[in-house]
């Protein structure tokens, strides 16, 4: 199984700042299924990139994801306010299990 | 408007049954794989378990194998999970999701509902 493990635990910052965001796979992940969500309390998961760098439908392009093998990055650009919520990586390879990585909150 | 809308949640005493479904709608259900994802009280995203199109690969964490069972109805657009023996650290909000593709390739899981609560306890 694959870990993914994610830091840091928190991140405290202010709009406008730049957030960056990380996440490192125990081993390489195939295909570069890496993917990554906002999640916000009492909210569904919101899928923001998929393929490392791939932003999904309707995602504001303050939000880019690179990195490959094991080591991969979030970055929001310039935070808006309704950016602060957790984030998680999530790999999904060619068989489960789909893990997630422990999280991120993102916070004022 | 694609939808995942959960259904079945509620309160359990340990040791006992709950099967919680997922409707779909808004799109051609029987072209994706499923997938349920919980997340505990104060804790992270879990992957639970996994469902592929037409039932032939169907996956679960090794945590409830051998408790949970997952299955879906194309002709209903339904997906389902039956939970048994459940404990307490299955105590959790249930979220179905979409394993989304983009051009042939997988593409995370791009849709949700909202998700229902499952509480274990006697």
């Known amino acids: 199984e694959i870990v993914l493990t994610q830091s840091p635990d928190t991140l405290s910052l202010s709009p406008g700042e730049r957030a960056t965001l990380s996440c490192r796979a125990s081993?390489?992940?195939?295909?570069?299924?890496l993917a990554w969500y906002q999640h916000k309390p009492g909210q569904a998961p919101r899928l923001l990139v998929y393929?490392?760098?791939t932003r999904a439908a309707g995602i504001p392009d303050r939000f880019s994801g690179s990195g490959s093998a094991t080591d991969f990055t979030l970055t929001i650009s310039r935070l808006e306010p309704e950016d602060f919520a957790v984030y998680y990586c999530?790999?999904?390879?060619?068989?489960?299990?789909?893990?997630f990585g422990q999280g991120t909150k993102l916070e004022i | 408007e694609e939808q995942l809308v959960e259904s079945g949640g509620g309160l359990v005493k340990p040791g006992g049954s709950l099967r919680l479904s997922c409707a779909a709608s808004?799109?051609?259900?029987?072209?994706?794989?499923m997938n349920w994802v919980r997340q505990a009280p104060g804790k992270g995203l879990e992957w639970v378990s996994s469902?592929?199109?037409?039932?032939?690969?169907?996956s679960h964490t090794e945590s409830v194998k051998g408790r949970f069972t997952t299955s879906r109805d194309n002709t209903k657009n339904s997906l389902f999970l039956q939970m048994n023996s459940l404990r307490a650290e299955d105590t959790a909000v249930y979220y179905c999701?979409?394993?989304?593709?983009?051009?042939?390739?997988?593409?995370?899981?791009?849709?949700w509902g909202q998700g229902i609560m499952v509480t274990v306890s006697a």
């Open positions: 999701a979409r394993f989304g593709t983009a051009v042939g390739l997988r593409a995370g899981f791009d849709l």
């Open positions: 393929g490392i760098s």
């Open positions: 808004g799109f051609v259900f029987s072209r994706y794989t």
């Open positions: 469902v592929t199109a037409t039932s032939w690969d169907i």
């Open positions: 999530q790999q999904y390879g060619s068989s489960p299990p789909y893990t």
């Open positions: 081993q390489t992940i195939s295909s570069n299924y």
